[in-house]
């Protein structure tokens, strides 16, 4: 039986995805349950979360050893890891996928930290990942940098599924939406079927209303904290706006007309950080058609136990999601300098993630020679 409040939230349009993966979600049944109880239609994955899952050691000591009889380096001993991982979700979440046209059931694998600044290595490895995962429902995470907007154009181009991840801006927002739509006219003239191809953009949330409450606070007026909490979703319902206009356009119609799949919003970072706002802020804040919620475990068990669908929560709200951040604007906090912070912080967070995964594997690796 699922839950009432996490299929409400599906009947709005919104696909919920997990944040999270494991070996042992995978073999525990835990994931499965997920799919059956609370509506889970897709996974995320980045290097944290590798990181975690593979350091808990849960379900990969055997893996780990088979690697180190096979004189796997640590490189290529993750690679197997987290792509197995991945095949074995979009796996499982096959029927999904065919039950939704290809929409849902996405698992996502991201290419490795190191390359956000490097065009073609990202464009290469995304093919390598896609090719070694196998799986029509698997989507190749790649960073919204300056470099990583010509490797999505390249990445879709191939008719390859593309995550767009680390999305902080309204602008950057727009220059992946044109990536995406650069990369279908290229694959419709290399003969490809547009409809095969999804893509998602991941708009950070609660990273933007840490950063922006952080210099609220300490400006300290009552003006300004009367702005804090607020910020992160004003955000985010800009995006939908700005999702909305760019595939009404001449250009994204015409190749809609073709097969070719809108790129849908993906709210992501939407675990509360603030204590003063509620555990499911950034759920019942961004509901609306055609998006996706991916979830950490506890904001998604908090939604399933208490969570609220008032219906519609951003359509209709651009003009106060202006006023917001026109309000902290005034009061001196530059956005732009705050999205580009973030975006180097996300990409910071990821590459020490990224290397404590490799420095606990080439430690298990050691251990199991």
């Known amino acids: 039986m699922t839950n009432p409040h996490t299929s409400a939230l599906s009947?709005?349009?919104v696909s919920i995805w997990l944040d999270d993966l494991s070996r042992h979600r995978?073999?525990?049944?835990?994931?499965?349950?997920?799919?059956?109880?609370v509506n889970v239609v897709g996974v995320t994955t980045n290097p944290t979360i590798f990181a975690n899952a593979i350091g808990g050691g849960d379900g990969y000591g055997d893996r780990l050893k088979d690697a180190a009889a096979r004189g796997l380096d640590?490189?290529?001993?993750?690679?197997?890891l987290t792509t197995a991982d991945v095949a074995d979700a979009c796996d499982l979440l096959a029927d999904v996928y065919a039950s939704t046209g290809g929409r849902d059931g996405r698992v996502s694998i991201e290419v490795e930290p190191g390359l956000a600044r490097d065009t073609a290595g990202t464009a290469t490895q995304a093919q390598d990942l896609w090719a070694r995962v196998d799986r029509p429902n698997?989507?190749?995470?790649?960073?919204?940098?300056?470099?990583?907007?010509?490797?999505i154009t390249e990445t879709i181009a191939a008719g390859i599924s593309v995550n767009v991840t680390l999305i902080f801006s309204l602008e950057r927002y727009r220059q992946v939406i044109n990536a995406y739509l650069?990369?279908?006219?290229?694959a419709r003239a290399a003969g490809i079927d547009l409809s095969t191809i999804h893509s998602v953009a991941s708009f950070f949330v609660s990273r933007v209303d840490s950063e922006i409450d952080r210099r609220l606070r300490e400006i300290g007026t009552p003006?300004?904290?009367?702005?804090?909490?607020?910020?992160?979703?004003?955000?985010?319902?800009?995006?939908?706006?700005?999702?909305?206009?760019?595939?009404?356009?001449?250009r994204a119609r015409f190749l809609v007309g073709l097969g070719a799949n809108p790129q849908r919003p993906l709210w992501a970072s939407t675990g509360?950080?603030?204590?003063?706002?509620?555990d499911t802020a950034y759920v019942t804040g961004l509901i609306a058609p055609n998006t996706v919620n991916t979830m950490p475990?506890?904001?998604?068990?908090?939604?399933?136990?208490?969570?609220?669908?008032?219906?519609?929560?951003?359509?209709?709200?651009?003009?106060?999601?202006?006023?917001?951040?026109?309000?902290?604007?005034?009061l001196g906090v530059d956005y732009a300098e705050v999205t580009e912070l973030l975006e180097q912080e996300g990409l910071q967070k990821f590459e020490a993630s990224w290397s404590e995964l490799l420095g606990t594997v080439e430690q298990a690796l050691r251990e199991a020679r």
């Open 272 to 278: 509360v950080k603030d204590p003063a706002l509620a």
């Open 138 to 151: 698997a989507m190749i995470k790649i960073p919204a940098t300056v470099e990583g907007l010509d490797a």
């Open 223 to 250: 003006e300004a904290l009367a702005l804090t909490g607020q910020a992160g979703i004003a955000n985010a319902r800009l995006a939908y706006e700005v999702f909305e206009q760019s595939f009404d356009t001449e």
């Open 297 to 330: 475990e506890a904001t998604l068990r908090a939604f399933a136990d208490h969570g609220h669908v008032p219906g519609d929560t951003i359509t209709g709200s651009y003009l106060e999601s202006n006023q917001v951040l026109n309000a902290i604007d005034a």
């Open 26 to 37: 995978l073999e525990s049944g835990e994931l499965a349950s997920m799919v059956e109880t």
């Open 74 to 80: 640590t490189d290529a001993a993750i690679v197997e």
């Open 11 to 13: 009947e709005a349009g």
């Open 182 to 186: 650069a990369g279908l006219e290229r």
